[in-house]
């Protein structure tokens, strides 16, 4: 399991450092993993876990890297932005455990499951087309 070291030198997860809040990631994810383990179907898993997430702070610019700066795989469950709230939410909705939440995480932030700031898919529009390519999200079209 990956822990958060406050000096920076972040744990390796598939060759990207991952920056965990161990305790809260742990004892929050597992916590709603369990919960929604008989759940059914996921939209019921994704607003459950949704539900528990309301009131949550706002977090701007959540996640660590830029061109210059190496990315760092971020999860925290105490606050999130637009995307990260999304994210966090998906992966926690698709796992079975705390690794495959992690996993999930990857998958649904960055392309090809590459943990690195030019794979981040930092533009909703792009996000959105990727996840739906990958069969994470279907398309919705409002019939007139």
Known sequence: MARCFLNHNWPVHNGAAVRLDEARVSRTGKKLI?????????S???EYISERFLGRKYISHPLIGSATDPEVLVTRMDGFDCVTFVETVLAIAHARSQDE??????????????VEWRNRLHYATD???YNCNRGLLSRYHQRP
């Open 127 to 129: 996000w959105a087309a």
């Open 44 to 46: 019921h898993r994704i």
């Open 101 to 114: 939440f992690i996993k999930n995480l990857i998958a649904i932030r960055y392309r090809d499951g590459k």
């Open 34 to 42: 369990s919960e929604t383990a008989g759940i059914d179907p996921v």
